[in-house]
Structure formats: structure tokens, C-alpha cells
């Protein structure tokens, strides 16, 4: 039920983004304690990004997941900014991400929600 998307003005080659498609649902499997058959990845490569007057390496992130806490949401943004300046060269103060807890009632799947 996590879902991570990740928006980006870098250049990922087929080769980096199947190194993120292993890496993040382990990092985010690791940090929410949720397995990984659950977590859902999606990575977007955008030109058109602008971060501070700059158009220089950024991502932007939405991390969503049932019953994220503040401790995790933390964690998480640790271990994130550190892979993505690790495999991307990010600046981890040219990261955003937004977290969202979502009640189990209104996450949806196989035909019917988690609540």
C-alpha cells in the first residue's frame, strides 16, 4: 500500500532507473515495516522542473502510505535524499517530499479498500 513517486529534471538512463526500481521498495519496505508486495514505485523524468531559480538536478517525491508516522515520514527522508545524492548527485536541499498518512478506508485495492 506505500507508493512512491518520484518526479525528477535528471537524466535517467534504463539502466538507473531499474537500480531505483530495486533500491526504493526496499529502502521503503525497510523504513514502514510494509512488505514489498505492497509497495508501488513510479519514477517520472521531467525537463521541465524548477527549483529555486534553478533548473539544476531536483526531485520532487510523494510518499503515501497507511499509518506512515511522523518518525517514519523522517526516516524516510533521511534515507531517500541520501540515495538519491548517492545514485543521482541531488543536492539532498534540492529534494521536497511530501508525505501523506491515508486512512486505510480510502486506500483501494482488489476491488476493495483496506478499512
Same mark, same amino acid.
Not at 535517467?12 to 515495516?33: A, Y
Given at each position: 500500500?506505500?507508493?512512491?513517486? *518520484?518526479?525528477?529534471?535528471?537524466?535517467?538512463?534504463?539502466?538507473?532507473?531499474?537500480?531505483?526500481? @530495486? %533500491? *526504493?521498495?526496499?529502502?521503503? &519496505?525497510? %523504513?514502514?515495516?510494509?512488505?514489498?508486495? !505492497?509497495? /508501488? #514505485?513510479? #519514477?517520472?523524468?521531467?525537463?521541465? /522542473?524548477?527549483?529555486?531559480?534553478?533548473?539544476?538536478?531536483?526531485? !520532487? *517525491? %510523494?510518499?503515501?502510505?497507511? @499509518?506512515? &508516522?511522523?518518525?517514519?515520514?523522517?526516516?524516510?527522508?533521511?534515507?531517500?535524499?541520501?540515495? *538519491?545524492?548517492?545514485?543521482?548527485? #541531488?543536492?539532498?536541499?534540492?529534494? !521536497? #517530499? %511530501?508525505?501523506?498518512?491515508?486512512?486505510?478506508?480510502?486506500?483501494?485495492?482488489?476491488?476493495?479498500?483496506?478499512?
Amino acid at each position: 500500500m506505500p507508493f512512491l513517486k *518520484l518526479n525528477t529534471n535528471s537524466v535517467l538512463d534504463t539502466e538507473l532507473k531499474s537500480k531505483l526500481l @530495486g %533500491e *526504493l521498495p526496499q529502502l521503503v &519496505s525497510k %523504513e514502514t515495516g510494509k512488505p514489498e508486495r !505492497y509497495i /508501488m #514505485i513510479s #519514477i517520472e523524468q521531467n525537463d521541465a /522542473m524548477l527549483f529555486a531559480g534553478s533548473t539544476a538536478p531536483l526531485a !520532487y *517525491l %510523494e510518499c503515501k502510505s497507511i @499509518g506512515l &508516522s511522523s518518525s517514519q515520514a523522517k526516516n524516510l527522508s533521511a534515507s531517500i535524499c541520501q540515495l *538519491l545524492n548517492t545514485r543521482i548527485s #541531488i543536492p539532498q536541499d534540492r529534494i !521536497y #517530499i %511530501e508525505f501523506n498518512n491515508c486512512p486505510a478506508d480510502f486506500w483501494g485495492w482488489n476491488g476493495s479498500t483496506f478499512g
